[in-house]
């Protein structure tokens, strides 16, 4: 006698249902094909031409070099710190220094720009191409944290 509460056994099936994958891939594809050309928006510009070229880091104490919203420019490294100086000066300085430092392989003279937010764009541009004009390689911009603005501009 059969018993009419057992279970029919069936082979199992070991395929993959890849249905689900394809309905969610092609969702996938929409969403993209939707957003992309909105992430393609930019102000147009017109930059300066100036030579620069990329930097990496530094373990040396870099040369800082402030320009003022007024035009003027003062160094800071290891002999004074917040020197006026003229831009003929300030090349000739770098000069040194980066002729110093070419002797020493391991280690490579590190300029920082720390430029007034109110400069204009070409004339931080114009300092970054004095200062590689210089010889000096690495070359970079100093910002303040969190957009918080330096205590000694309010002074």
Do not use: C, W
């Amino acid at each position: 006698m059969k018993n009419s509460y057992a279970r029919a056994k069936k082979p199992l099936n070991s395929e993959m249902n890849v249905v689900p994958y394809i309905d969610v891939m092609l969702v996938l594809l929409i969403i993209f094909m939707v957003t992309t050309p909105m992430l393609t928006t930019g102000v147009e510009v017109n930059l300066p031409s100036e030579k620069t070229s990329n930097i990496t880091k530094s373990e040396l104490t870099p040369v800082i070099v402030s320009l003022t919203k007024d035009g003027e420019l003062f160094v800071s490294h290891e002999r004074a710190i917040d020197q006026a100086i003229s831009e003929s000066e300030l090349s000739a300085l770098l000069t040194d220094m980066a002729q110093a430092n070419i002797g020493e392989s391991s280690s490579q003279l590190q300029v920082l720009i720390n430029a007034d937010k109110d400069n204009a764009y070409e004339a931080v541009m114009h300092v970054m191409a004095l200062v590689q004009g210089a010889g000096v390689t690495k070359v970079g911009l100093l910002s303040s944290q969190n957009g918080k603005e330096n205590k000694k501009a309010k002074k």
